[in-house]
């Protein structure tokens, strides 16, 4: 059973950084992709960025692009996101997300492509 445990949230001004990082253990042969995703109040869960495993091809949302960065540590089993130039509207509860398989019925967006789930991490950036 794979589990997913988030670390790295907190409370930042407006335009400092963070590094959050989800660490996966538990049957972790087989990882096609990791993502992280951010849910804000009273709003749906977002896909931010993402990550395959083998070949590191990556994802954006349009939100974020410039200021993020997700990378791996394939031997740690290890997905970061480097969050830069933080802004009031990046406060949300961020989740990490392991999709085992490429086959999948759903877009990369779509909560359900995904098979585990962290625990989240809270992001506060005041301004």
């Known amino acids: 059973q794979v589990q997913l445990v988030e670390s790295g949230g907190g409370l930042v001004q407006a335009g400092g950084s963070l590094r959050l990082s989800c660490a996966a253990s538990?049957?972790?042969?087989?990882?096609?992709?990791m993502a992280w995703f951010r849910q804000a109040p009273g709003k749906d869960r977002e896909l931010v960025a993402r990550s395959t495993w083998s070949r590191g091809t990556t994802y954006y949302a349009d939100a974020v692009k410039g200021r993020f960065t997700i990378s791996t540590d394939n031997a740690k089993n290890t997905v970061y996101l480097q969050m830069n130039s933080l802004e009031p509207e990046d406060t949300a509860v961020y989740y990490c997300?392991?999709?085992?398989?490429?086959?999948?019925?759903?877009?990369?967006?779509?909560?359900?492509?995904?098979?585990?789930w962290g625990q989240g991490t809270q992001v506060t950036v005041s301004s």
């Open positions: 997300a392991l999709q085992r398989s490429a086959r999948t019925l759903y877009s990369i967006y779509h909560l359900s492509t995904y098979d585990t």
């Open positions: 538990g049957g972790t042969c087989n990882i096609y992709a």
